[in-house]
């Protein structure tokens, strides 16, 4: 049994006792008004009771706890612990829907949730960045009305969401790609999800542009070279005009060579891991191939100079390094005219190593500095490609170095001549020392 039944009876019990004592000492009139009297005091305890009760509910404060014993007390107390259940119901619903926000804010979408008019009832941060919504603002608008894109809105009528659309050009300021997608859910809402497909669009437009460049240098010496062919299988030629011929095929198609070459060493470069960082690279060695190779391609027609100011050597991939150093010596003999001077040198400081190149060729104009990374970018076509560039040499270096950790830097100053800086980072310079006789001039 409850105790709050248990006292209701012994009340009544009490009140009982009381009236069948009076009524044995005095007789059953006097047992009935004592019995009255007793029931009178009680009503008036209880409504007293009642008020207080009525105050204690409308101050709303649950909190504190009453001094009131008996059934009132009782009372008090299982109110008191509904309150504290209801209570810790309603923080672990709290918890749950903050907890749910927090993780939609964490998404990199934008989520918006709209009703069945389309009206906006919520949405996170990331939404309102994309679509250009102010979430108290624009609380139960219309979400045509904020995003007026007319793909959108037609979107939206056609009602038919199985795939995303995409929106370019949204922003105002920094210009941005999205994917939206709508996605019905529950009693007639939708869900409305944003990507930024950005990176997305600028890879594909890369790959476009990769792939019209790569066909548009191979179509020249291709073109070229069988025009030739027709000329050689058409026309009776003298040996002297054959063996031109057979020569000026040779060249297109080292041209050819050469670039698919370079497009190897950069998907390479791409697809492969990072380079060791226990490799030792010996400088001495590769410095002496560069500058064997750099006089082979000048033929005496410039003078070259290599000055090793360094004991130290590098860590990572030789033949990556040999080819970034040599695509930069390369580069200087070819671009600088008969007569020039490149000057080479390895030197290091405070904790960097730096590999350096310098000419007195005709220098960059500073608007071509940071694009001559970018792949076939090259300042005078014809000129590059009468050396027989590709525009793809200055691509693998700044790979090789930013697979190196390292970095590229350019000088130039046009007319004067131009100096290309690859330095190397103390992680990358290995503690062993390479003996300093071995410098070549
Ligand atoms: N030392 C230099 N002096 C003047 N211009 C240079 C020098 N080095 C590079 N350039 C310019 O930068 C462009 C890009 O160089 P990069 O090495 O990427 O291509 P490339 O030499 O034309 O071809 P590749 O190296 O693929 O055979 C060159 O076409 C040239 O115009
Ligand atoms: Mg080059």
Not at 88 to 96: A, H, K, R, S, Y
Not at 187 to 200: G, M
């Amino acid at each position: 049994m409850s105790s709050l039944k248990t006292r209701l009876i012994t009340i009544f019990l009490v009140v009982f006792l009381i009236s069948w004592l009076v009524t044995e000492i005095f007789g059953l009139l006097e047992g009935l008004l004592a019995a009255v009297l007793c029931l009178s005091l009680l009503l008036v305890q209880q409504l007293w009771y009642v008020y207080k009760f009525s105050r204690f509910l409308s101050s709303a404060n649950f909190n504190q706890a009453s001094s009131t014993s008996g059934i009132w007390g009782e009372v008090y107390y299982r109110l008191h612990k509904l309150v504290s259940t209801l209570r810790g119901q309603v923080l672990d619903v709290e918890q749950q829907h903050s907890r749910f926000i927090q993780a939609v804010q964490a998404t990199p979408n934008g989520v918006v949730m709209l009703n069945e008019d389309d009206q906006i009832e919520w949405c996170n941060s990331i939404a309102e960045k994309h679509l250009g919504i102010n979430a108290k603002r624009d609380s139960m608008q219309r979400i045509t009305h904020i995003l007026r894109k007319p793909a959108f809105v037609q979107y939206i009528i056609r009602q038919n969401y199985r795939e995303p659309i995409r929106l370019n050009n949204m922003g105002l300021f920094e210009q941005f790609s999205l994917d939206v997608q709508i996605f019905p859910y529950g009693d007639k809402q939708k869900l409305l999800l944003s990507q930024d497909v950005s990176q997305i669009e600028k890879t594909d437009s890369m790959r476009r542009d990769f792939v019209a460049n790569v066909s548009h240098e191979l179509k020249t010496p291709l073109t070229v070279l069988s025009g030739f062919l027709e000329t050689v299988q058409e026309l009776e030629l003298n040996e002297s005009d054959r063996v031109k011929f057979l020569n000026l095929m040779t060249i297109q198609t080292e041209r050819m060579k050469t670039l698919v070459q370079d497009l190897l060493t950069l998907a390479k470069l791409e697809g492969n891991p990072e380079p060791p960082i226990n490799q030792l690279v010996p400088m001495e060695n590769i410095l002496q191939r560069v500058i064997v190779e750099a006089e082979g391609l000048s033929q005496g027609k410039h003078q070259i100079d290599l000055q090793i100011k360094s004991i130290k050597n590098l860590l990572g991939d030789d033949q990556e390094l040999y080819s970034a150093f040599s695509n930069l010596v390369s580069n200087a003999i070819r671009y600088t005219p008969e007569g020039g001077k490149i000057t080479v040198q390895w030197f290091d400081d405070a904790n960097e190593a730096i590999f350096c190149v310098t000419d007195t060729g005709p220098g960059i104009a500073e608007q071509h500095i940071p694009r001559l990374t970018e792949r076939f970018y090259r300042i005078d076509r014809s000129r590059s490609r009468d050396t027989g560039g590709t525009g793809l040499g200055m691509a693998i270096v700044n790979h090789v170095m930013s697979r190196h950790h390292g970095q590229l830097k350019i000088e130039s100053s046009l007319g004067v001549g131009s100096r290309f800086y690859l330095i190397f980072p103390e992680e990358r310079i290995a503690p062993q020392k390479i003996n300093l006789s071995v410098k070549a001039e």
